[in-house]
């Protein structure tokens, strides 16, 4: 009984120190922490058409940018076949997030000097291909006068590294072997084709820019982004706090051996975001607060198949051990077609609907692992303790009037 009990309170203590910073150190979503919110909107242009590909090349371009910037967890998304969606935590100024998203990224090509020779507007195509060696690369195609300054530049630096750089940043430098001629050329050192596809589009993107028009802008104030914030938490709190009281209420100490396995399941659950670095969300916690009522759902359907087994004059471990067997089953299925359904929220959701969705599936899996082992794990040791051995202990309502041993 006295080891129950001081692992009881170790776990409450360990809650009550720890929940609160890991979850307050797990990163914000933009409805969470404030920020600004932009729809762009690619266009036609006499000089670019949009396509697929040149979205793809945009959304790169203000990735490389934003990313560049340091700000911490931004949201590119490209939402149907031309607008993209951007959010940006923590930046409350409009103005200052168009400038960033507007600019076109700049493509250059440097000698040893550092001179710049050769820019986006001299490459006509980049695409990523497999050489004979089998090794990922990519072949470059310059406009007729991009191809006569490439084989300049290449004559003069036979045996030295050029420098291929995105906005400043350089991309590649790859030491020149041979007057290269005709306009194409290659760069190998990619490990692996998605890489080579990759730098391709970063290198497509300088030479085929493609308009923006902002559809929408919208600021999500400190103070909404506090108010929310807030009132999630007390939502939170408010209904672990009533599953806490109703799990005591309809079974007592099998309640309380679930309420300390969910104290443990939302430790592991918040652990989990830190450590796959998920962004939470306001749908984020609307899915942990579900997979709670899920976890609680799987220890109703185990005690509900415990008194079962009691009113039929098992013993209370007998009981109990034939109760999560027989209820397993039961919520592997239900755990299942939820995790299947959250998948699918995943692949075909956007924003807010995919964290939503990883919470909820993430929570899902916790819970049953709380479930089926640490309430079970708890539940073995109390009984073993014989600190109560009357199922009324246990939810039990019985007319019977001597212990079940």
Known sequence: MAKFLVMTFAIVIAFLLYAKPIAFSIRQGLDL?????????????????VDDDAVNRVVKIIENRINSLGLTEPTIQRQGKDRIIVELPGVKD?????????????????DISGMTVLTGKDLKNSK????????????????????????????????????????????????????????????SGSRTMEEAEHLAILLRSGSLPVKVDVMEIRTVGPTLGQDSKE???????????SVFIFMLLFYRLSGLVADIALLLYIMMLLLAMKYLNATLTLPGIAGIILSIGMAVDA????????????????????????????AFLTIFD???????????????????????AVTLALGVALSMLSAI?????L???????????HPSFYGLISNKKEDVK
């Open 299 to 326: 220890n109703v359907l185990i005690f509900e198949r415990f008194k079962e087994e009691i009113q039929k004059g098992k013993t209370l471990r007998s009981a109990m051990e034939a109760g999560f067997d027989k």
């Open 373 to 377: 082992t640490i309430t079970r794990y």
């Open 334 to 356: 239900s755990n299942l077609t939820t995790v299947m359904a959250a998948v699918v929220l995943f692949y075909l959701g956007t924003g807010p609907i995919r964290g939503f």
């Open 33 to 49: 922490q404030g920020g600004t919110h932009v729809v762009l909107q690619a266009v036609d242009t006499p000089d670019a058409k």
């Open 231 to 241: 009132m999630s938490i007390k939502a939170f709190a408010i209904g672990t706090i």
């Open 94 to 110: 409009p103005d200052k997030a168009i400038d960033m998203l507007g600019r076109t990224a700049l493509l250059e090509f440097k």
């Open 128 to 187: 990523a291909h497999v050489a004979q060696n089998n090794q990922p690369v990519v072949g470059l195609e310059f406009n007729d006068d991009g191809a006569r300054k490439f084989a300049a530049l290449t004559a003069q630096n036979i045996g030295k590294p050029i420098s291929i750089l995105l906005d400043g940043d350089v991309l590649t430098s790859p030491v020149v072997q041979e007057v290269i001629t005709g306009g194409n050329a290659q760069i």
């Open 379 to 389: 539940l073995r040791f109390l009984i073993a303790s014989n600190l109560a051995k």
